[in-house]
């Protein structure tokens, strides 16, 4: 191993030059020293030091009083593949360790330089792996928060994992901060078992940027005694994290890389922000700021500018109207004892007539989603649903539907559906299904990894059959864009212009990589794919929305669906089995979208009220949560607290003064000042 520190002489080009050398203060570097002694370095400024281990590269951080310890280097490092073998990694296992000063002129710290990597096993007496890893740890100048950089040079030898830092220790920690779903506490010693993810008998989901049910923002954070830290990922295009928490804890949590296409291809970043006093509440405000600065937060105000029609969202209820569920036969929805619960019609006049009682029942202003008109019902042949359904009244009653919403002064939308790709669809060309990295490992792609037995490869391709329509692949989010405006240009056609989209899925599951040497699809091309069929949407028809909503998404639509209530046996309260809910969403977001919800939570969260889909809701509950959103839909929540030691009372404060105090025990819900 050599293991020595390197010395930059950039300092002294200026005066090489003929130039004056200026202080550092005096052009704004940052007042961080780094040492080296005794097998550490210590990177330290005024707030922040940092402590890295050369033996076994443990770090340790101080930040106001309070110090955080991740764990050292061991064999869940990394994963590297070498042709069609995978084995793990320590960082310790590279053969040439060089360590040097690093500073970019605003952050100063340390550079970690890695390779000629062996393992202890079958390459050991083997040529090194042609790969080198590169790790930079600075504190920035300002708030002296600590950088994090990891890039790699590859060769035959692959990245399939990087776990750096490693997780901070959590038998230090009172509380892990999640961002899954709408927020998380996790304590130290939950009594449970606990996994952001997987929620089902033999679910094999993993952990991973952008799916709603572990990372509905791109952060977490730590509470211990009265400090906080909070971990932002600033590339989550392929970032995922590491996730332990046993029956009585700890939690360990910390950052996983993972490929882009099979390649790492990229720098990874990733900043910690240190309180020394501070909650959940200040690391969603901290992460509020961050999104605020990077252009991924735009206010609800802007919406509303660049779409008026979607002053319709706020203070006026939601409600759905669905066609046709039709259950296609030998899937798990399928009920064989009682066939006909597979089949379940309402007409378009039907629904039209329902939108007339509501308006006579005294609602002026409602938003309706109109679901299930596809030819064959809800949930089949996406991603060509034309032409409407015909028992429900084909052309002409859509079109009648449509025109009576516009009578009512009602805004009415499709909800769509354009990720899942059935074969029985029309134009369904296999060239086009998402395809794997390769055909021997079991299907990775989520949801199908939640709904074994009902998930397979055919080849490359994975498939499920779990939904109403029964088999179905995924399409390459490339051609997504080109069947909405097929599909669109037909229905203008009929005279029919929905006045937005719901977009099914899009916010809620991870972007899709495709390996197809043709088309292949990145994350990030994903992503982008997805955006320019919102974007269409809003140009085209106005109001755009999605399922619950990753934080990527938030730029290009308007409202979203309700993320909480998703973990099995976690209630609509705080007492739950799965860990404590907290507004972590809303907090950041709440006067960026519009989140349609029911009960109490929606009361505590400023959700605007939805109706649902069957059955009478309870008018009086839907006309107070419209109030309620009608005068703090478009404010930020400023705070949420609990008001005693079991959780059984929580308040929200939203930007004008008003609070929302829930109580759990007896089901109810206070307002001040009162609407």
């Not at 890295?52 to 064999?75: H, I, K, N, Q, Y």
């Not at 949930?379 to 025109?403: I, S, V, Y």
């Not at 982008?528 to 938030?554: C, F, H, M, P, Q």
Request: aromatic share 12%; glycine share 10%.
């Amino acid at each position: 191993m050599i293991l020595h520190k390197s010395v930059y002489l950039l300092a002294l080009l200026p005066a090489a030059y003929g130039a004056a050398q200026l202080p550092p203060a005096d052009w704004g570097a940052p007042p961080v020293t780094v040492t080296h002694a005794g097998g550490t370095w210590t990177v330290a400024g005024r707030k922040t030091t940092a402590v890295f281990g050369e033996s076994d590269f443990s770090l340790s951080v101080s930040a106001g009083g309070t110090t955080w310890r991740m764990v050292p280097s061991s064999d869940k490092d990394m994963l590297v593949r070498t042709g069609n073998d995978e084995f793990r990694l320590r960082l310790l296992d590279a053969q040439s360790i060089r360590i040097s000063e690093y500073a970019t002129g605003y952050a100063t710290g340390i550079k970690i330089a890695l390779e000629r990597f062996r393992n202890a096993g079958m390459y050991s007496n083997g040529a090194p792996l042609d790969l080198r890893v590169f790790l930079t740890l600075a504190v920035e100048g300002g708030e002296e928060d600590l950088l994090f950089e990891v890039a790699a040079v590859e060769g035959a030898a692959r990245i399939r994992e990087l776990n750096w830092p490693r997780e901070v220790d959590g038998r230090e920690v009172d509380y892990t901060v999640l961002s899954n779903d709408d927020g998380m506490l996790v304590p130290r010693d939950w009594p449970k078992a606990f996994h952001p993810i997987r929620r089902a008998q033999n679910d094999t989901s993993i952990i991973q940027s952008n799916l709603i049910e572990c990372w509905s923002m791109s952060w977490w954070g730590f509470q211990k005694g009265p400090a906080a830290m909070i971990v932002i990922v600033e590339t989550p295009d392929d970032a995922a994290y590491t996730f332990s928490h046993p029956p009585g804890g700890p939690t360990l949590i910390g950052p996983m890389w993972r490929p882009q296409l099979g390649r790492f291809a990229y720098p990874r970043a990733l900043r910690m922000a240190f309180f020394p006093k501070g909650n959940y509440v200040d690391l969603a405000k901290r992460y509020r700021r961050a999104v605020i600065d990077s252009g991924l937060f735009v206010s609800l105000n802007d919406k509303v500018a660049r779409t008026p029609l979607a002053t319709n969202l706020i203070g006026n209820p939601f409600i759905g109207a669905g066609i046709l569920r039709n259950v296609k036969p030998g899937g798990p929805r399928y009920d064989t004892k009682d066939p006909k619960n597979n089949y379940r019609l309402t007409t378009f006049a039907e629904q039209a007539q329902r939108l007339r009682q509501l308006k006579a029942k005294g609602f002026e202003r409602v938003n309706v989603s109109l679901s299930g008109w596809p030819n064959l019902g809800y949930d089949r042949q996406h991603p060509d649903g034309l032409p409407p359904n015909k028992e429900g009244g084909g052309w002409e009653g859509m079109k009648a539907f449509f025109d009576a919403c516009r009578e009512l002064g009602y805004v009415c939308w499709l909800h769509d559906q354009y990720r899942d790709y059935y074969p029985d669809a029309p134009s369904y060309n296999s060239d086009f299904a998402v395809r794997e990295e390769d055909a021997a490992s079991p299907p990775k792609h989520f949801p199908g990894t939640r709904f074994h037995p009902n998930d397979w490869k055919e080849g490359y391709i994975p498939f499920m059959n779990y939904w109403d329509g029964g088999t179905q692949a995924y399409l390459n989010n490339r051609y997504i864009l080109g069947h909405i405006r097929k599909n669109y240009r037909l229905l203008f056609a009929h005279g029919i212009r929905p006045q937005g989209s719901y977009n099914d899925v899009f916010g809620y599951i991870p972007p899709d990589e495709d390996f197809n040497p043709e088309h292949p699809c990145t994350r990030t091309e994903s992503m982008k794919y997805r955006a320019e069929a919102l974007n269409w949407v809003r140009a085209n028809l106005g109001i755009s929305g999605t399922e619950d909503g990753a934080d990527w998404i938030v730029p290009y639509v308007d409202y979203v669906t309700s993320r909480f209530n998703r973990n099995p046996g976690s209630g609509n309260d705080a007492s739950s089995e799965g860990a404590i809910p907290v507004p972590l969403y809303d907090l950041v977001y709440h006067d960026a979208l519009v989140t349609s919800g029911d009960g109490l939570r929606a009361f505590l969260y400023g959700n605007a009220a939805h109706m649902g889909y069957q059955g009478e809701p309870n008018f009086d509950e839907t006309r107070r949560l419209a109030a309620l959103h009608k005068r703090i839909g478009m404010l930020e929540m400023v705070k949420h607290e609990f008001l005693d030691d079991a959780r059984r009372r929580e308040r929200t404060t939203f930007a004008d003064g008003t609070t929302v105090t829930v109580n759990w025990d007896k089901n109810s819900v206070a307002i001040h000042p009162e609407l």
